[in-house]
């Protein structure tokens, strides 16, 4: 491991004040939350920081449920979040998305600012051995394009990356049309969750559209009667403490027995969370059957480009999307 020195700051002005020094010599600074990412990528090398500035302790952890909006506080854990009761119940494709991640123990320590700045698990990415890998070294090439590429992305990508996007919550949160809360040296802003993560396109290293030193305050999901009509459907390859390879989340608000709206969005195929709109106009009106609701989550696979061992996710994230909206049915 590259040695660093770790930064604690009395609050969070005073590590955003040392976060934004990080623009000065590239990557020389970095934050760490719960560590369960970071700490990986230390141990391997693929991250060489000279300082870390510690968000432990400063980041808010309130869960608040108002009358409008669900605010969850960027340093509650993603186990905390999972289990307050309100979440569970009002929002529960939160619950699912967060329960269906990880295990127990990585929930307990991982924060859900964390949580949606994860990197991807290119394993090119993840193993300096490998020269060739655009995310980690721009401009050394790619080394999972005619390489295995059974996990990575169909939708989003460029010649440059093709890695898929990580975090299942992510996916749920804009499915719900979230907005993240962030907060820069003297700025605060919003950023819907939809234009936080950016496509690859020829710089893929940069990955959302944070400015230098700011940070993931809170999450604002707006709270709508139909938020329970959800379903997180979750392909991997065992049962547990696996990344997706393909996901699911639904949120429908029924009118009588057809779909008056319907909120959906990809996991595991995408190089950012993947909203499908096309899916979404094709459903609305529609009944819950698998004769309406298949051709409609074909469209969800307009553009997508298979790389050869993951072209089986052109047609799985359909199934996957007939699943999750059958199940968001006959939820009440
Ligand atoms: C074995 C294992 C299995 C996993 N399985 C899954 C899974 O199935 N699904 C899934 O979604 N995830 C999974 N994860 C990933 C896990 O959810 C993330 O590692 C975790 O959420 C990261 O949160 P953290 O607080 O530990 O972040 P850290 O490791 O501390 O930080 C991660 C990144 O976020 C940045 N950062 C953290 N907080 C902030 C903030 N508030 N503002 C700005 N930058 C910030 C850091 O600088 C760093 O770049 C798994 C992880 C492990 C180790
Ligand atoms: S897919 Fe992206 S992260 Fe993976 S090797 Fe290629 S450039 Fe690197």
Known sequence: MHPFTLERAGDLSAAIALGAHAGRNDAAIEYIAGGTDMVQLLQENVRRPARIVALAGLLDRDIDLRDDRLRIGAGSTMAEVAAHPQVATDFPLIADALLNSASPQVRNQ?????????????????????????????????????????????????????????????????????????????????????????????????????????????????????????SYVKVRDRASFEFAIVSAAVVLQMDGDRIGQARIALGGVGTKPWRGPRVEAALRGARIDAATIRPAAALASQGARGYGHNDFKIELMQRAIVRAVETAGART
């Open 110 to 230: 991982a924060t859900i600012g964390g949580n949606l700045l994860q990197r991807t698990r290119c394993p090119y990415f993840r193993d300096v051995g490998y020269a060739q890998c655009n995310k980690r070294t721009p401009g050394s090439g790619c080394a999972a394009i005619g390489g295995e590429n059974r996990w990575h992305a169909v939708l989003g990508t460029s010649n440059a990356c093709i890695a898929a996007h990580a975090s299942d919550l992510a996916v749920a949160l804009v499915a719900l049309d979230a907005t993240l809360e962030v907060r820069g040296p003297g700025r605060q802003r919003r950023v819907a969750l939809a234009d936080f993560h950016r496509l690859p396109g020829s710089t893929p290293h940069v990955e959302t559209v944070l400015d230098v030193g700011e940070v993931i305050t809170a999450v604002d999901i707006p709270r709508r009667a139909t938020a329970r009509q959800c």
